[in-house]
């Protein structure tokens, strides 16, 4: 079919697939109506009867919908509204400003990436945005305090700056003592933290509290558990005493024993982390331990969220129309656990030149936007962009949910990130091309796959990738219900998000996963 409903055509049959692997994911095989008998399919069309019919199920949910005998396509333009391009949907074309469509200007940095079927492949897509960011010029180091450096990535390795330890330092409560027993015993003790005790003399000992400084002349340290006084008042190795031996009832302690020497841990200008290292806690109490008080570190990516729409509500339930506004409040602690420093989050409904203001004067380095990502009256982010001289990188993604996703180069050091206004589709886009982009900004080095086996089969899209939210239940992943791209109840229910390959997948497969990094996951 051509002409101008062709592409309204095609995409009431994506909505349908769509709810369609909705329907039958969430019944999960159960609770099917008796199988009807089916006319042989023409080569080239759907043959899977679990699609099929979870599509005629939509079709009873949706009266005004093509009846079961009719081909999903024949809806065109003049088809009733419920029928029509619902907002949000990616098109190959963009209103002019005379109202006509027009064609992507390759000066203005189009792609061919913007139909369904030229869409780029979701794993292209997350090479491409970590390619876009390598072509960042090196963002400068900088120093900040250790309290203030975790989670970021160490711009210079860590060198020792003193021995560890410092000095010979006991390893336990007891006594140091000074060679074979039994042992003089000194009235004083050495406490941790006090400058050096005098020497010992062959023969002697004195009580030593863990971590303080060892004597000079000490051999080893006899701890509190293994040692005893005899009636003449002097220190004796009892026959526990580890590393002990015993000749004519003289105990004899391994020399060195629970003394940990100076220099054992490391030596000053030993190199303890390399550079690009992420600082977790540990390393900033090694840090510490080595003498630091400042790290050199590649500082956070700094983001800005542009929330799009009229019809979102900041508070309250929803009303006459109007939706809760859900990703200004998920979006940007989910990257800052990416690793992104938010500078702002700022609202600015279904306005093209506020889109524009607000996208030109931006001095961060990962834009975000949400919703307007298609081609209907309000949605302003193309046009923007191609008034801005920006150039696309992506322009929809073979994925689902999430498909009409993009990434934009707006200046060398610059990017936007254009996510669908759908929940779970947003989240889709955040882990496609904002994750792949800001981790490589960051300076971190990207984990090893995940991967799991499926408990359950998951229905694939005949032709892109699904994105679909797991829990992980022991050494299974298991399908979360709920998992329509307007739905959050499965992902914040779920341990990670499974790629799903098209056409599904089957029970025992092994599916990569992506991490869902929580904010409050170190």
């Given at each position: 079919?051509?002409?101008?409903?062709?592409?309204?055509?095609?995409?009431t049959?994506?909505?349908?697939?769509e709810?369609a692997?909705?329907v039958a994911?969430?019944?999960?095989?159960?609770?099917?109506?008796?199988?009807?008998?089916?006319?042989?399919?023409?080569?080239?069309e759907?043959?899977?009867p679990d699609?099929d019919e979870?599509?005629?199920?939509v079709?009873?949910?949706?009266?005004?919908g093509?009846?079961?005998?009719?081909?999903?396509?024949a809806?065109?333009?003049?088809?009733?509204a419920?029928?029509?391009r619902?907002?949000?949907?990616?098109d190959?074309?963009?209103?002019?400003?005379?109202?006509?469509?027009?064609?992507?200007?390759?000066?203005?940095g189009?792609?061919?990436?913007?139909?369904?079927?030229e869409?780029?492949?979701?794993?292209?897509?997350?090479?491409v945005?970590e390619r876009?960011?390598?072509?960042v010029?090196?963002?400068?180091?900088?120093g900040?305090?250790?309290e203030?450096?975790?989670?970021?990535v160490?711009?210079?390795p860590?060198?020792?700056?003193?021995?560890?330890?410092?000095f010979?330092?006991?390893?336990m409560?007891?006594?140091?003592v000074a060679?074979?027993?039994?042992?003089?015993?000194?009235?004083?003790?050495?406490?941790?933290?006090?400058a050096?005790?005098a020497?010992l003399?062959?023969g002697?000992?004195?009580?030593?509290?863990?971590?303080?400084r060892?004597?000079?002349?000490?051999t080893?340290?006899?701890?509190?558990?293994?040692?005893?006084t005899?009636?003449?008042?002097?220190?004796?190795a009892?026959?526990?005493?580890?590393?002990?031996?015993?000749?004519g009832?003289?105990?004899?302690?391994?020399?060195?024993?629970d003394?940990?020497?100076?220099?054992?841990?490391?030596h000053?200008g030993?190199r303890l982390?390399p550079l690009?290292?992420?600082?977790?806690?540990?390393?900033?109490?090694?840090?510490?331990?080595?003498?630091?008080?400042d790290?050199?570190v590649?500082?956070?990516?700094?983001?800005?969220?542009?929330?799009?729409?009229?019809e979102?509500?900041t508070?309250?339930?929803?009303?006459d129309?109007l939706i809760?506004?859900?990703l200004?409040?998920?979006?940007?602690?989910?990257?800052?656990?990416?690793?992104?420093?938010v500078?702002?989050?700022?609202?600015l409904?279904?306005?093209?030149?506020?889109?524009?203001?607000?996208?030109?004067?931006?001095?961060a380095?990962?834009?975000?936007?949400t919703?307007?990502?298609?081609?209907?009256?309000?949605?302003?982010v193309?046009?923007?962009?191609?008034r801005?001289?920006a150039?696309?990188?992506v322009?929809?993604v073979?994925?689902?949910p999430?498909?009409?996703m993009?990434?934009?180069r707006?200046?060398?050091?610059?990017?936007?990130?254009?996510?669908?206004?759908?929940?779970?589709?947003?989240?889709?886009?955040?882990?496609?091309?904002?994750?792949?982009l800001?981790?490589?900004?960051?300076?971190?080095t990207?984990?090893?796959?995940?991967?799991?086996v499926?408990s359950d089969s998951?229905?694939?899209?005949?032709?892109?990738?699904?994105l679909?939210?797991?829990s992980?239940?022991?050494?299974h992943?298991?399908?979360?219900?709920?998992n329509?791209?307007?739905?959050?109840?499965?992902?914040a229910?779920a341990?990670?998000l499974?790629?799903?390959?098209p056409?599904?997948?089957?029970?025992?497969q092994?599916l990569e996963?992506?991490?869902?990094?929580?904010?409050w996951?170190?």
């Amino acid at each position: 079919m051509t002409g101008p409903g062709a592409q309204g055509n095609l995409d009431t049959e994506e909505r349908y697939v769509e709810e369609a692997l909705a329907v039958a994911n969430e019944s999960g095989g159960r609770g099917r109506r008796p199988q009807e008998t089916r006319p042989a399919r023409p080569p080239g069309e759907r043959q899977d009867p679990d699609l099929d019919e979870a599509l005629a199920l939509v079709r009873e949910r949706d009266p005004h919908g093509p009846g079961p005998g009719a081909p999903l396509a024949a809806a065109g333009a003049d088809a009733p509204a419920s029928m029509r391009r619902p907002a949000g949907r990616e098109d190959t074309r963009a209103p002019a400003p005379d109202g006509t469509a027009e064609k992507r200007s390759p000066a203005a940095g189009s792609s061919k990436h913007g139909a369904r079927d030229e869409a780029m492949p979701w794993s292209e897509a997350r090479t491409v945005a970590e390619r876009a960011a390598r072509s960042v010029s090196r963002r400068e180091p900088v120093g900040v305090p250790l309290e203030a450096a975790l989670g970021l990535v160490l711009a210079a390795p860590l060198t020792a700056l003193t021995d560890l330890p410092s000095f010979d330092t006991s390893a336990m409560d007891g006594w140091a003592v000074a060679g074979p027993g039994p042992w003089d015993v000194r009235e004083e003790g050495i406490l941790a933290g006090h400058a050096e005790h005098a020497p010992l003399g062959d023969g002697e000992a004195v009580r030593i509290a863990t971590g303080a400084r060892v004597p000079p002349g000490a051999t080893a340290v006899l701890r509190s558990e293994h040692g005893h006084t005899d009636d003449k008042g002097r220190l004796q190795a009892g026959p526990r005493a580890a590393g002990s031996a015993r000749a004519g009832g003289t105990a004899t302690l391994v020399h060195g024993q629970d003394i940990r020497p100076r220099g054992q841990e490391c030596h000053s200008g030993d190199r303890l982390l390399p550079l690009g290292t992420q600082v977790t806690p540990a390393v900033l109490g090694l840090a510490a331990a080595a003498g630091y008080d400042d790290l050199t570190v590649l500082p956070r990516p700094r983001a800005e969220v542009l929330v799009l729409g009229d019809e979102l509500l900041t508070g309250g339930a929803p009303r006459d129309g109007l939706i809760r506004d859900a990703l200004g409040p998920m979006l940007p602690p989910w990257l800052r656990a990416l690793g992104a420093d938010v500078v702002a989050v700022r609202r600015l409904g279904d306005d093209a030149e506020a889109l524009y203001r607000a996208i030109t004067s931006s001095t961060a380095d990962l834009i975000v936007t949400t919703g307007g990502t298609a081609s209907g009256p309000v949605d302003h982010v193309h046009p923007t962009l191609r008034r801005a001289g920006a150039e696309l990188l992506v322009d929809g993604v073979k994925v689902r949910p999430g498909h009409p996703m993009l990434l934009a180069r707006l200046r060398e050091d610059q990017h936007l990130v254009g996510l669908p206004g759908n929940p779970l589709a947003a989240v889709s886009g955040l882990l496609t091309l904002a994750e792949p982009l800001l981790r490589i900004l960051g300076g971190r080095t990207e984990t090893e796959p995940c991967t799991q086996v499926l408990s359950d089969s998951v229905h694939g899209h005949p032709h892109d990738t699904r994105l679909i939210p797991v829990s992980v239940r022991g050494d299974h992943a298991v399908p979360l219900h709920y998992n329509g791209p307007a739905m959050l109840r499965g992902i914040a229910a779920a341990d990670a998000l499974a790629v799903v390959p098209p056409g599904g997948a089957r029970p025992g497969q092994e599916l990569e996963l992506l991490d869902l990094p929580w904010p409050w996951v170190g």
